[in-house]
C-alpha cells in the first residue's frame, strides 16, 4: 500500500493530464500512487496517461460523465489505496 494516493480527476483535458503526471512524478517523495479518473473523456487523454511507464499511475476511465462530484468521490472512496 503507498503512503500516499495523487488524485486526478479529468475529463477532456489532454492539454494539461501530462504536466500534472509528470509533476507528480518529479517529487522527491517516491511513496506514491497516481490515480487518473477519466471521466468519458472523448480527446486523447487516454492516450496521453497510458504513454507514461511508471508502474504507480493507474488509469481508470467511466463509461458514461458520471459529474465531477461523483468522479472525485469514486476518486476517494473506490480506487484510492494509500494512507493519505
Known sequence: MPKV??????YNCAEY???????ALEQSFEDFEIIV?????????EEIVKDFRD??????KNQEN????RNVWRL???LA???Y
Open 76 to 78: 476517494i472512496n473506490e
Open 5 to 10: 494516493s495523487v488524485l486526478i480527476p479529468t
Open 66 to 69: 458520471i459529474g465531477y462530484t
Open 17 to 23: 493530464i501530462g504536466q500534472a503526471i509528470q509533476s
Open 55 to 60: 508502474s504507480r499511475i493507474i488509469y481508470c
Open 37 to 45: 479518473s477519466d471521466n468519458a473523456s472523448t480527446d486523447n487523454t
Open 81 to 83: 489505496t494509500g494512507e
